[in-house]
């Protein structure tokens, strides 16, 4: 993986007196709020409900050894003992005080991490798939053109105060893991006709209030083009975005307005105009980047332990079954280490979970860790003979429930019970829908579901494109969560439909079980998944058993 | 006739730690709502939000909550008040932490 070099470390060290300054200056009372405030957002720190928050980057959700155990030494040394990974591959803290921030950022830029744009109306954290590099159906590894945008984007002086944030996400495959049509610009890796990779270029996905799937903008750009079409798509937005209406300021709304033709002949004119100006430097860079992120020296030994163990151990079967995925090295696989057990907090690691992570990393599987941004940390590369002591290991530390893609590997967002944009809590809805399906035994038989629940219109917990998405709400003062159906996050991207009114607070599970029996009831056979009995049948069964009053009344 | 104002009571963040604090009668800063000023009049709302905003080293983000006033001294009408009382319930972190 990509390793800072002495301009990455200057650069940081710099940034980071800056900030240690600006604090400095805010608490001996020279600096206001109002002017403090876009200096702290620009490094990632947040007023919550209760505390400040830190947003760290995990730029395209790669870490290694030392940087998980960096991040769990953090949240002993300044936090309460955990952090929150998020949807975005960020890891969030949830109580510094600001005092202590500078500091934390110094031991962040020691392992070549940042909480940098992280946060404001910049380009922010380069998100990528987390099978990156060790997936069987990938066309090349997206991580070196991410870090490509990262090093372009961070603190580049054009796209400092944009009309509004700007999220970036890239895939090498053609099963998008990215999440690329819900981004403000998503990049899939494709081939020309000449078999050449390139990108196809989707521009003005969103979700948050007005929820868009993304256009093509190009169906075929070459690799080489990649840095002056982003900045042209990123300058064309910055002059024609909105800055009049906060709620009509993403590039989403800028290429409805104006409709993708004309983005595209703005595009393509400020294009050549740059173009020139990329005298290959960029791609010496590139180069350079790719030479970092080449494959693992991949071990050459028996995977009979791991068949033994299979057969012979239930719970460890179950365990692959279930979090396991094809590795393009078919003696390895690829582990996702579910940080769900049913009751606890989506995306939360203690310390020491943390550091059993970064030790089986080391241990086992070539020093690498990725961040989901479904909310998991990711072993990519793991010969097979390794899986049963890692699964040992992670058992020791509640790491090891086998429940990846299924109804509580659920994203939540932080909600109201830290975030102060939020109308309504995630977590505990949450908790309790995963522990009841549990109690239920349950979540094998209904198979592949995915529950995605924000705690406001802003959808961090991407609850627009959850097979079942569940947004919660201010109702007159009471929390009320409204469920919409059908959404999907990958390459066959849409946006779910609502089903009807929403429910309270103590309501929202009883309806997620009714339209869970629904479903059992009215699937074809197993293997007819939730999201493709709801293809085909649409929304009027499900609509029937959330609301059988209605229909009570009807008859 | 007017609507019947609803008592208030003024709250911010902590500058240096960022908890929840409450503007009290002697215009000291107090962790716990219990302490807290209850304001029955809109004139001296607006003048206790301003007192507060004069303090932009100690305090960020000030603004009036409404509440209702109980034997307990006040307690929040809207739920996202009633968790700023105590902390996020998935731990038990923050003000409940020491209660």
Redesign the interface.
Known sequence: MYQYNSFDRDFLAERNAQFRAQVERRIDGSLTEDEFKPLRLMNGLYLQLHAYMLRVAIPYGTLNSAQMDRLAFIADKWDKGYGHFTTRQNIQYNWPELRDVPDMLDALGEVGMHAIQTSGNTIRNVTSDHFAGAAADEIEDPRPTAELLRQWSTDHPEFQFLPRKFKIAVTGSPNDRAVTKAHDIGLRMVRNEAGEPGYEVIVGGGLGRTPMIGKVLREFLPKADLLPYAEAIVSVYNLLGRRDNKYKARIKITVHENGIDTIRDLVEERFALLRPQFGGVDQEMLAWIEAQFTAPAFLKASVAPFKDAYHHDPVFRSWVDTNIEKHRNDDYAIVSISIKKQGQTPGDATSEQMRVMAEIARDYAHDELRISHEQNVILPHVHKSHLPAIHARLREVELATANIGLISDIIACPGMDYCALATARSIPVAQQIATRFDELKLEHDIGELKIKISGCINACGHHHVGHIGILGLDRAGVENYQITLGGDHTETAEVGQRAGPGFAYDEIVPAIERIIDAYLELRLNEDETFITAYRRLGMAPFKAALYPEVKANAA | MSKPFTPKVVTA?A??????IYLTEDDQWSRSLKDAEVIDDEAHGDLRVLFGQSQ??EV??VYLIDVNVTDNGPEP????EE??TK?????A???QELA
């Open positions: 963040n500058l240096l730690e960022g908890d929840v932009p080293n960020v983000g009408k809207h739920f996202r968790f700023r902390g996020p319930s998935n731990y972190h923050g003000k």
